[in-house]
């Protein structure tokens, strides 16, 4: 698995292997995000594998806009209630380190959610889209 940054990130695996059920038969490109969600994305998985559905599976998830979306089929109401908790979560939720941040827009158009710190390195790095080489 990929993120869109192009780093292999073991916590990837760990979700995956985690939550078999919910990550069966994910493409290899199901995956868009960054670690710092990785907390976000664990605790909205914990809650969906808690409501036990046979047919729930994940078939996406990424960043879009600066926040979290997350794709399944199988779903129901608390299902989608559950996601678009999380959704909103991301919105404040630094996608590079977890930490508190906020939605913003670059001057070149970029929405992201970062935290002060991150922004100003991801900022002075010529706006390229990757993290600073100092994150995992």
């Known amino acids: 698995m990929k993120t869109k940054s192009g780093s292999h990130l073991p916590w990837i695996n760990r979700l995956k292997a985690r939550f078999p059920g919910l990550f069966r038969n994910i493409s290899r490109w199901g995956f868009g995000c960054e670690v710092g969600w990785d907390g976000l994305i664990t605790r909205l998985c914990e809650r969906l594998d808690a409501l036990a559905l046979p047919d729930l599976r994940v078939v996406?998830?990424?960043e879009k806009f600066g926040?979290?979306?997350f794709?399944?089929?199988?779903g129901n109401d608390e299902v989608s209630r559950l996601i678009r908790q999380a959704e909103a979560e991301s919105s404040e939720t630094c996608e590079w380190c977890g930490s508190l941040a906020e939605l913003r827009k670059s001057d070149r158009g970029?929405?992201?959610?970062l935290c002060d710190s991150c922004f100003g390195k991801w900022s002075s790095n010529g706006w390229v889209m990757a993290p600073p080489s100092d994150q995992k």
């Open 60 to 62: 996406q998830v990424k």
């Open 67 to 69: 926040t979290l979306r």
């Open 71 to 74: 794709y399944v089929t199988g």
């Open 110 to 113: 970029y929405f992201l959610t």
